[in-house]
């Protein structure tokens, strides 16, 4: 008389291993290993990364990164150079603004409180932390920063 096979999760797990056991064992004995093959498969031996291993991906790694590193800080600064000059550009064009809509003349002094309110939102900030000179109309606004220029 055959049991009757009740679907729960043991039961599951059972019948799957009871069919993985006996697929093994008849391709086993079948290719002529036998009994010590089916042994070492059972076996629950686990085998680690030996400290050599370990020490030589450590050491690509450390490469990788020492080769990375310069140019990640190269294109970092060249953003920040990027970001302060779009500052500049901005600073320049509504000084200009500001003194075509109040008739100055080239050479008159512009301070960058007097474009927050009505041509810049808020204060620009250069990203290295330099400083925004805003100097007269007609000549181009500087930051303390070298090589951050228009």
């Keep these: 008389m ?13 019948k799957v291993t009871e069919e993985r056991d006996f697929a093994r064992s008849s391709v086993l004995r079948s290719k002529g290993r036998g009994r010590k093959m089916l042994q070492s498969l059972r076996s629950n031996r686990v ?7 370990i020490m030589v991906v450590v050491l690509i790694l450390a490469i990788l990164l020492a080769l990375a590193l310069p140019a990640f800080n190269k294109a ?19 000084k200009d603004q500001y003194a075509m809509e109040n008739r100055l003349t080239s050479g008159a002094n512009v301070e960058l409180s007097d474009l927050i309110p009505q041509h810049l939102k808020a204060t620009p900030v250069c990203p ?12 181009s606004p500087q930051c303390s920063i070298p090589g951050h220029e228009l």
């Design 2 to 14: 055959q049991k009757k096979f009740v679907d729960t999760p043991q039961n599951y797990v059972e």
């Design 47 to 53: 085998r680690g990364f030996t400290l050599i291993e």
């Design 76 to 94: 970092r600064e060249t953003t920040r150079t990027k970001a302060c000059v779009k500052n500049l550009r901005e600073i320049d064009d509504a």
């Design 128 to 139: 290295s932390g330099g400083t925004y000179t805003c100097n007269p109309v007609g000549i």
